[in-house]
C-alpha cells in the first residue's frame, strides 16, 4: 500500500510538471510569435505594375483596433482597418509611379459615413493622377457603392445583389417584457430629444425622437445620393425611385440598366480587366493596403515642431483602460485621457494639438475631467477638434472647449443633455417570493437600495435625483456656452438632447466648419504659425504582447469570451451591470444599411 501511494504520487507529480511544461514552452513560443507581430512589420518591396487592392471589409476605425484575444475567439468581421491607413495608402498609389491604379474590392463594410466620406474624396483626389480605379463586388451595399460609384469602372458578380432601398431606423422596445416581469425603469433627465432611455420605458418612439431621426437621416440620405449622383451622372429623382422599388431582389442585368453598375464579371476575369489597363503586363501585383504602408519611404528632415493628433475613439469611461480588458480599444478612458493631454501640454515640441472624436458620450465624470485637461491645454497651445462618425453627448463635452471645431457633413453630434435609469423591481421580488425590511438612522439612509427592489422610490427623493441631474446639465450647457461663446439659452434652444447631422450643426453654431482630419491638422498649423512640422499619432498604439498581458492580468479573461463569443453589445451589458460605465448615453437608434 505504501508503495502504491509514493507510485501515485510520483506519478501525479510528473503529471503536473508534464503539464507545466508544455504550459511554459507553449508561452515561450506565444511570446515570441507575438514580439515578432509587434516588432517592426517587414517592408515591402514595390515593383512596376502594381494595383492598390482597396478591400472593403470588416470595421474601419479611426485607427486599426484588433485585439489580440478577439482573433482568436472571434469571427472575421472582427478584422480592423485603421482610416488614417487607407487615406495613406491611397495617397501612396497617387504619387508612386510604379502604382498603376487601385481595384476597390467590396465586402461586409461597417463604418460610417461620416468615415467613408475621406476616403471617397481621397478617391476623387487620387483619379486627379490618370490612373485607374476599379471596384468589384459580389454584391454592394449603399455605404460601399458610395465609395466604388467614384470608380472608372463598376463590376458585379453576373448573380450578385445591388442593395438600394433607402435607410430606415429601427428600434427595439422592451418595455411589454419588462412589464411582464414585474421590473420598471426610474427616467431622470434633461432633453426633451435625449431617446436613449426610450428602448425601456416606452412601446413606440416620442414625436420628439421621430422628429429628429426623420431629419438627420434624410440629411445623411440627401448626401449618399448626391454623391452617387455626381459621379453616376444619374438624377436624385431617378435614384430614389430605383431606391422605391428596392433593388436588393432585382437581377443584377436592372443595376447596369439604371447605370448603376457598368457589367458583370467574374473576378478572374476582372482581375484580367485590370491587367489589361495596367499595359497587360503578366507579372502585375495586387498589394494590400498594410503592404503598400510598408514600403520604405526616403526619411526627410526631422522638424523640431509638431503637431499632435489624439485618438478618442469609443465610449467614455471611468478609470483605466486596463481594466476594461478586451475592449479597451473602443473606450476613452478618463486616467489615459488626462495624461496624454497633460503630456501634450508640456511637451514644448508639440506646437498644436488636433483631437480626433469618435465617441458616443458616457459618464458625466470623466467627460467633465477630460474637459478640464482640454480647456487647460487650450490656454497654452491651439486645440482643433476634428469629429469621426460621432461626436455626441460627451464627446461634445469633451470638444465644446477647443479653438476650432470640424466635422464631417454626415457626423453624428450634438445631443446636449444628460439623464440617469435606474431599475426598479419591487413587483418582481413579490412574484419571486421575497420581501425586504430595513433599519435606517435618517431620513434618507436607505435612498441607495430604493429602486433595486426593496421600496419604490418616494416623491422626495425623485426631485433629489432629479436635482442631480439638472445640475449636471446646467455645467454642460455652461461648458457649451463658454466654448461655443453663446448664453445658456441658446445652447438649450439648439441642446434638449438632440442630435444633428454636421451640416446642421453648422448652421446651429455647433461647429465651425465642415471637414475631416487633414482640414483639421492644416488648421491647426496655421493657428500654431508653423509650417515645417512632423505629425505625431497619440496614444502611442501597445504591442500585442503587452494588450495580451493586460487583458489576461487585469481580471477580465471572463469580459473578454463574452464579447468574442457573444458580441459587442451584449459585452457593454455586462459592463454596465458590473457598475464599469454608469451612467451612458447609449446610441438610441441603427441606421439600416445592408
Same mark, same amino acid.
Not at 501612396?92 to 461586409?108: C, L, S, V
Not at 464627446?395 to 440617469?420: H, K, M, R, W
Not at 438612522?441 to 429602486?451: E, I, L, P, Q, R
Given at each position: 500500500?505504501?508503495?502504491?501511494?509514493?507510485?501515485?504520487?510520483?506519478?501525479?507529480?510528473?503529471?503536473?510538471?508534464?503539464?507545466?511544461?508544455?504550459?511554459?514552452?507553449?508561452?515561450?513560443?506565444?511570446?515570441?510569435?507575438?514580439?515578432?507581430?509587434?516588432?517592426?512589420?517587414?517592408?515591402?518591396?514595390?515593383?512596376?505594375?502594381?494595383?492598390?487592392?482597396?478591400?472593403?471589409?470588416?470595421?474601419?476605425?479611426?485607427?486599426?483596433?484588433?485585439?489580440?484575444?478577439?482573433?482568436?475567439?472571434?469571427?472575421?468581421?472582427?478584422?480592423?482597418?485603421?482610416?488614417?491607413?487607407?487615406?495613406?495608402?491611397?495617397?501612396?498609389?497617387?504619387?508612386n509611379d510604379k502604382i498603376r491604379g487601385?481595384?476597390?474590392?467590396?465586402?461586409?463594410?461597417?463604418?460610417?459615413?461620416?468615415?467613408?466620406?475621406?476616403?471617397?474624396?481621397?478617391?476623387?483626389?487620387?483619379?486627379?493622377?490618370?490612373?485607374?480605379?476599379?471596384?468589384?463586388?459580389?454584391?454592394?451595399?449603399?455605404?460601399?457603392?458610395?465609395?466604388?460609384?467614384?470608380?472608372?469602372?463598376?463590376?458585379?458578380?453576373?448573380?450578385?445583389?445591388?442593395?438600394?432601398?433607402?435607410?430606415?431606423?429601427?428600434?427595439?422596445?422592451?418595455?411589454?417584457?419588462f412589464d411582464k416581469l414585474g421590473i420598471?425603469?426610474?427616467?431622470?433627465?434633461?432633453?426633451?430629444?435625449?431617446?436613449?432611455?426610450?428602448?425601456?420605458?416606452?412601446?413606440?418612439?416620442?414625436?420628439?425622437?421621430?422628429?429628429?431621426?426623420?431629419?438627420?437621416?434624410?440629411?445623411?440620405?440627401?448626401?449618399?445620393?448626391?454623391?452617387?449622383?455626381?459621379?453616376?451622372?444619374?438624377?436624385?429623382?431617378?435614384?430614389?425611385?430605383?431606391?422605391?422599388?428596392?433593388?436588393?431582389?432585382?437581377?443584377?442585368?436592372?443595376?447596369?440598366?439604371?447605370?448603376?453598375?457598368?457589367?458583370?464579371?467574374?473576378?478572374?476575369?476582372?482581375?484580367?480587366?485590370?491587367?489589361?489597363?495596367?499595359?497587360?503586363?503578366?507579372?502585375?501585383?495586387? %498589394?494590400? @493596403?498594410?503592404? /503598400? #504602408? !510598408?514600403?520604405?519611404?526616403?526619411?526627410?528632415?526631422?522638424?523640431?515642431?509638431?503637431? $499632435? =493628433?489624439?485618438?478618442?475613439?469609443?465610449?467614455?469611461?471611468?478609470?483605466?483602460?486596463?481594466?476594461?480588458?478586451?475592449?479597451?480599444?473602443?473606450?476613452?478612458?478618463?486616467?489615459?485621457?488626462?495624461?496624454?493631454?497633460?503630456?501634450?501640454?508640456?511637451?514644448?515640441?508639440?506646437? %498644436?494639438? @488636433?483631437?480626433? /472624436? #469618435? !465617441?458616443?458620450?458616457?459618464?458625466?465624470?470623466?467627460?467633465?475631467?477630460?474637459?478640464? $485637461? =482640454?480647456?487647460?491645454?487650450?490656454?497654452?497651445?491651439?486645440?482643433?477638434?476634428?469629429?469621426?462618425?460621432?461626436?455626441?453627448?460627451?464627446?461634445?463635452?469633451?470638444?465644446?472647449?477647443?479653438?476650432?471645431?470640424?466635422?464631417?457633413?454626415?457626423?453624428?453630434?450634438?445631443?446636449?443633455?444628460?439623464?440617469?435609469? /435606474?431599475?426598479?423591481?419591487?413587483?418582481?421580488?413579490?412574484?419571486?417570493?421575497?420581501?425586504?425590511?430595513? =433599519?435606517?438612522?435618517?431620513?434618507?439612509?436607505?435612498?441607495?437600495?430604493?429602486?433595486?427592489?426593496?421600496?419604490?422610490?418616494?416623491?422626495?427623493?425623485?426631485?433629489?435625483?432629479?436635482?442631480?441631474?439638472?445640475?449636471?446639465?446646467?455645467?454642460?450647457?455652461?461648458?457649451?456656452?463658454?466654448?461655443?461663446?453663446?448664453?445658456?439659452?441658446?445652447?438649450?434652444?439648439?441642446?434638449?438632447?438632440?442630435?444633428?447631422?454636421?451640416?446642421?450643426?453648422?448652421?446651429?453654431?455647433?461647429?465651425?466648419?465642415?471637414?475631416?482630419?487633414?482640414?483639421?491638422?492644416?488648421?491647426?498649423?496655421?493657428?500654431?504659425?508653423?509650417?515645417?512640422?512632423?505629425?505625431?499619432?497619440?496614444?502611442?498604439?501597445?504591442?500585442?504582447?503587452?494588450?495580451l498581458m493586460e487583458e489576461l492580468t487585469?481580471?477580465?479573461?471572463?469580459?473578454?469570451?463574452?464579447?468574442?463569443?457573444?458580441?459587442?453589445?451584449?459585452?457593454?451589458?455586462?459592463?454596465?451591470?458590473?457598475?464599469?460605465?454608469?451612467?451612458?448615453?447609449?446610441?438610441?437608434?441603427?441606421?439600416?444599411?445592408?
Amino acid at each position: 500500500m505504501k508503495n502504491f501511494l509514493k507510485m501515485l504520487l510520483a506519478s501525479t507529480l510528473g503529471v503536473f510538471i508534464a503539464l507545466f511544461l508544455v504550459w511554459l514552452i507553449a508561452f515561450t513560443m506565444m511570446i515570441g510569435m507575438l514580439s515578432s507581430v509587434g516588432s517592426s512589420k517587414s517592408a515591402y518591396m514595390l515593383t512596376d505594375n502594381t494595383v492598390l487592392q482597396l478591400d472593403l471589409s470588416g470595421r474601419i476605425n479611426d485607427r486599426e483596433a484588433t485585439d489580440f484575444m478577439s482573433g482568436f475567439l472571434g469571427s472575421p468581421s472582427d478584422k480592423s482597418t485603421g482610416l488614417d491607413d487607407i487615406l495613406k495608402a491611397i495617397n501612396t498609389a497617387k504619387e508612386n509611379d510604379k502604382i498603376r491604379g487601385i481595384y476597390i474590392k467590396n465586402g461586409g463594410i461597417s463604418a460610417g459615413y461620416a468615415t467613408l466620406e475621406p476616403i471617397r474624396k481621397a478617391l476623387i483626389d487620387f483619379k486627379e493622377s490618370g490612373k485607374f480605379i476599379v471596384s468589384y463586388g459580389d454584391y454592394y451595399r449603399q455605404g460601399s457603392y458610395y465609395i466604388s460609384s467614384t470608380a472608372d469602372k463598376v463590376i458585379m458578380n453576373p448573380q450578385g445583389m445591388f442593395m438600394l432601398h433607402g435607410m430606415a431606423a429601427n428600434m427595439q422596445f422592451s418595455k411589454g417584457l419588462f412589464d411582464k416581469l414585474g421590473i420598471k425603469f426610474e427616467v431622470f433627465k434633461v432633453g426633451t430629444y435625449k431617446a436613449a432611455v426610450e428602448p425601456l420605458t416606452e412601446t413606440k418612439m416620442s414625436a420628439e425622437n421621430r422628429e429628429q431621426i426623420t431629419s438627420y437621416m434624410n440629411c445623411i440620405w440627401s448626401r449618399l445620393l448626391a454623391g452617387i449622383s455626381e459621379s453616376r451622372s444619374i438624377t436624385l429623382e431617378d435614384l430614389n425611385r430605383y431606391a422605391d422599388e428596392y433593388m436588393d431582389f432585382s437581377a443584377p442585368e436592372k443595376a447596369i440598366e439604371y447605370g448603376l453598375v457598368d457589367t458583370l464579371m467574374y473576378v478572374t476575369d476582372v482581375k484580367e480587366y485590370i491587367k489589361q489597363l495596367a499595359g497587360g503586363s503578366k507579372d502585375i501585383k495586387f %498589394a494590400s @493596403v498594410s503592404k /503598400i #504602408n !510598408s514600403v520604405p519611404t526616403k526619411k526627410g528632415k526631422v522638424s523640431k515642431d509638431k503637431i $499632435a =493628433v489624439l485618438y478618442a475613439e469609443g465610449q467614455i469611461v471611468p478609470g483605466e483602460s486596463r481594466s476594461y480588458g478586451v475592449l479597451s480599444d473602443n473606450m476613452i478612458t478618463d486616467d489615459e485621457y488626462v495624461k496624454e493631454l497633460v503630456k501634450l501640454k508640456d511637451d514644448k515640441s508639440v506646437k %498644436a494639438v @488636433v483631437f480626433r /472624436i #469618435n !465617441s458616443p458620450g458616457g459618464s458625466a465624470y470623466a467627460s467633465e475631467q477630460i474637459w478640464y $485637461a =482640454v480647456s487647460e491645454l487650450q490656454k497654452v497651445k491651439p486645440v482643433i477638434v476634428s469629429m469621426g462618425d460621432v461626436a455626441a453627448s460627451g464627446g461634445y463635452y469633451i470638444a465644446c472647449a477647443a479653438d476650432v471645431i470640424l466635422a464631417e457633413p454626415t457626423t453624428i453630434t450634438g445631443s446636449i443633455g444628460g439623464f440617469a435609469l /435606474i431599475p426598479e423591481g419591487v413587483e418582481l421580488y413579490k412574484k419571486i417570493g421575497l420581501s425586504f425590511d430595513v =433599519v435606517k438612522t435618517n431620513k434618507y439612509s436607505d435612498m441607495n437600495v430604493a429602486g433595486i427592489g426593496s421600496k419604490p422610490y418616494t416623491n422626495e427623493e425623485r426631485q433629489i435625483i432629479q436635482g442631480y441631474i439638472n445640475r449636471f446639465i446646467d455645467v454642460f450647457y455652461t461648458r457649451c456656452a463658454d466654448g461655443r461663446s453663446k448664453t445658456k439659452e441658446e445652447i438649450d434652444a439648439i441642446g434638449q438632447g438632440r442630435v444633428w447631422t454636421g451640416v446642421q450643426a453648422l448652421e446651429n453654431g455647433l461647429i465651425d466648419q465642415l471637414g475631416g482630419l487633414e482640414d483639421a491638422i492644416k488648421i491647426a498649423a496655421e493657428r500654431a504659425q508653423i509650417t515645417d512640422y512632423d505629425v505625431n499619432k497619440y496614444p502611442k498604439i501597445k504591442d500585442p504582447f503587452t494588450k495580451l498581458m493586460e487583458e489576461l492580468t487585469g481580471g477580465n479573461v471572463k469580459a473578454t469570451v463574452i464579447k468574442s463569443f457573444l458580441g459587442e453589445e451584449v459585452y457593454k451589458q455586462y459592463l454596465l451591470t458590473n457598475g464599469k460605465t454608469m451612467p451612458l448615453d447609449l446610441v438610441q437608434a441603427l441606421l439600416w444599411d445592408y
